[in-house]
């Protein structure tokens, strides 16, 4: 299959390298010069495990290419993926679709011959019907079909994700079963590996993903809420996690107490599903509390280390580690960080922070925070120590080295990586979410 992938992101760029990898024919197109001209020297613009080799090994082998000339490319493609993001639009929290429907427009002024057109970005019910209105207005003559297919990869294991994943989602509407036999072929070697394709209509494939983030979104405030409660009756929320998740009907997974989701999807997915419902006379109340409760989440995470640094931090240096939305990824989009070091910074403390991959976009997001090279340089001097995001990097931490250069030996471990006894033994005072300590 000849692919065209419109937007060379997280998601395309990942995407676009995985269908070459599977022997398709892939050019991604990205209207960010600097990005495609990078791409083309062999330098990857994020940080994702494994992606510079599978990009450096299917450019060699001629299935990979990167360019902006949009227009050569739809025109030779047999499906075009529209990737391109859909982040909350300023003021109402609906998804902004400018970009989407951007796309939509220039593909469809050149299309050739029969097309199938994919929106894998993450767009509201009714998005796919939109877009093959602009494509048919723009171009009346189009041989054209448009499908939802989106997309469930986690950052920092994007690429096993996209290569084994629970199960790809086609949504197609009408009769002409033409879309439906070039996306079995998009997804041939997958589907032989036994991983699940579910076809459904165009507008329910639409609602499956935001109905899948909203309900991740939702467990994992849940168990933040009951972390809380942990709290106050002295119970420990990690065997509590530990005693519900061996229920098979509830599962283990995205029940790790911790400072409130973030990251480039769930806050603007469950916010824009939210507004969806509303629009449509039939409000998510959960989904809405999930949301709320979330959200006042970050900030009370900043209290909660004022609250264990004696409640008073003017004047105090505070080392943070991890900033990025979780670990291995360099994306910082409304990563808890930054409500966290904020909330510090807003009562007078000096937050030196340090991230493994994030410290680049982390600096164009936090503003006044200084920037360490490594834990040890963070923690010079410091009152406090805040592991926000777990990276490996942080699992193993040389507790005497970083006493010796801390002011106060006090960790604060939002992210429940270590143990109270482990680290008392070094010395210090231990604050953890929904722990006795
Ligand atoms: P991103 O911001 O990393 O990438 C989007 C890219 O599209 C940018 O490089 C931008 O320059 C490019 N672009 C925008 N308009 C364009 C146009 N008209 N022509 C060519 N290029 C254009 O976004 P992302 O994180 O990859 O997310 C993309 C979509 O996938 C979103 O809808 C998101 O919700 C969804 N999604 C993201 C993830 C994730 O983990 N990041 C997971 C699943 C789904």
């Not at 499908?147 to 469930?152: C, K």
């Not at 005497?400 to 006090?410: F, I």
Request: hydrophobic share 40%; net charge negative; with cysteine.
């Amino acid at each position: 299959m000849k692919i065209t992938m419109i937007g060379a992101g997280y998601v395309g760029l990942v995407s676009g390298v995985c269908f070459a990898d599977f022997g398709h024919d892939v050019v991604c197109v990205d209207k960010d010069e600097g990005k495609i001209s990078a791409l083309r020297k062999g330098q990857i613009p994020i940080f994702e495990p494994g992606l510079d080799h599978l990009v450096a090994s299917n450019v060699a082998s001629g299935r990979l290419n990167f360019t902006d000339d949009l227009k050569t490319a739809v025109a030779a493609s047999d499906v075009v993926f529209i990737a391109v993001g859909t982040p909350s639009r300023r003021g109402d929290g609906h998804a902004d679709l400018s970009y989407v429907y951007a796309a939509a427009r220039e593909i469809a002024a050149n299309l050739r011959g029969f097309t199938v057109v994919v929106t894998k970005s993450t767009v509201p019910v009714g998005t796919g019907d939109e877009v093959e209105r602009i494509i048919r207005e723009t171009n009346p003559e189009a041989d054209v079909a448009v499908v939802s297919n989106p997309e469930f990869l986690r950052e920092g294991a994007a690429i096993e994700d996209f290569k084994r994943p629970d199960r790809i989602v086609i949504g197609v509407d009408g009769s002409d079963g033409r879309a439906r036999e070039v996306m079995t072929e998009v997804y041939r070697p997958l589907y032989l590996n036994q991983s699940p394709l579910v076809f459904t209509t165009r507008r329910t494939s639409e609602l499956i993903k935001y109905a899948g983030n909203a309900f991740l979104a939702m467990k994992i405030t849940f168990i933040n809420e009951i972390a809380d409660l942990c709290e106050k009756v002295g119970a420990n929320v990690q065997d509590v996690a530990r005693g519900i998740g061996l229920d098979g009907r509830i599962g283990s997974k995205f029940l790790h107490a911790g400072p409130g989701y973030g990251g480039s999807c769930f806050p603007k997915d469950t916010l824009a599903l939210v507004k969806t419902a509303q629009d449509h006379d039939s409000p998510v109340r959960l989904v809405e509390a999930t949301v709320a409760v979330n959200d006042n989440r970050k900030r009370a995470m900043g209290r909660k280390v004022i609250a264990a640094a004696g409640g008073e931090v003017r004047g105090s240096k505070i080392a943070v580690l991890g900033l990025t939305f979780k670990p291995n990824t360099d994306d910082m989009r409304d990563s808890p960080a930054i409500a966290v070091v904020q909330a510090l910074q807003d009562a007078g403390a000096q937050v030196i922070g340090y991230d493994p991959e994030g410290m680049e976009n982390a600096r164009k997001l936090i503003e006044g925070m200084v920037c360490a090279s490594d834990p040890y340089e963070a923690a010079a001097g410091a009152d406090a120590l805040v592991i926000i995001t777990e990276w490996n990097e942080f699992r193993a931490l040389d507790f005497d080295r970083l006493r010796s250069a801390m002011k106060t030996p006090l960790l604060v471990d939002l992210r429940n990586i270590y143990r109270k006894d482990e680290v008392a033994k070094h010395g210090f005072r231990y604050a953890s979410v929904g722990r006795p300590d």
